[in-house]
C-alpha cells in the first residue's frame, strides 16, 4: 500500500455478462458516492465511483454503449446486459469515474464522501461516517 489517498496500481473489472473487460494501470481515486438525480436512475440507486486518468483505463469488449444524459455528461454501460460501468464529462475528458461495483475486488479503495444527497430518495440511509455534500459540492 503507498498512501490512503490511492488505490492499488492495478484493478481490474468487468459487467455482470462479461462482455466488456477493463484495467487501471494507474492510481484510482478513492470512491465517491453520487447521489445526484441522474446517477440514482441510471444506476437504480446511487453511483459509487473511483477515478482513473482516461490514459490508464484499458477497455475490451464489442458491447459498450455511451448514453449521453446532457451535452456534456455520458454514461458508459454494457448494451448487453445493462451494468453500470463508467461515467464522463466533456469537462474533465482526462479523467473517467468508474463504477466501483464492477472492479473484481480486493479493490484496496475505500470510500471517502457522498456527493449531490440533496436528490438522494427518501428510502435511503446515508453513512453517518464519511462526509456527506449537498449539491454545492465542488467537482
Ligand atoms: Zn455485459
Ligand atoms: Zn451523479
Not at 503507498?2 to 492495478?10: F, I, N, W
Not at 461515467?87 to 480486493?106: E, F, N, Q, V, Y
Request: aromatic share 10%.
Amino acid at each position: 500500500m503507498t498512501s490512503v489517498a490511492k488505490g492499488p496500481t492495478r484493478l481490474e473489472g468487468k459487467c455482470l455478462c462479461e462482455s466488456i473487460i477493463y484495467e487501471i494501470k494507474g492510481d484510482a481515486r478513492p470512491v465517491v458516492n453520487c447521489h445526484c438525480s441522474r446517477c440514482r436512475r441510471h444506476t437504480g440507486h446511487f453511483m459509487a465511483a473511483t477515478a482513473a486518468a482516461v490514459a490508464d483505463v484499458t477497455i475490451s469488449g464489442e458491447t459498450l454503449r455511451w448514453y449521453d444524459a446532457t451535452d456534456q455528461v455520458q454514461y458508459g454501460f454494457c448494451g448487453k446486459c445493462g451494468s453500470t460501468l463508467f461515467w464522463r464529462t466533456a469537462r474533465r475528458s482526462d479523467l473517467m469515474s468508474i463504477a466501483a461495483g464492477t472492479l473484481t475486488p480486493p479493490t484496496g479503495l475505500k470510500t471517502v464522501a457522498a456527493i449531490y444527497a440533496d436528490y438522494g430518495s427518501d428510502y435511503h440511509a446515508y453513512d453517518s461516517t464519511i462526509p456527506t455534500h449537498g449539491e454545492d459540492f465542488p467537482r
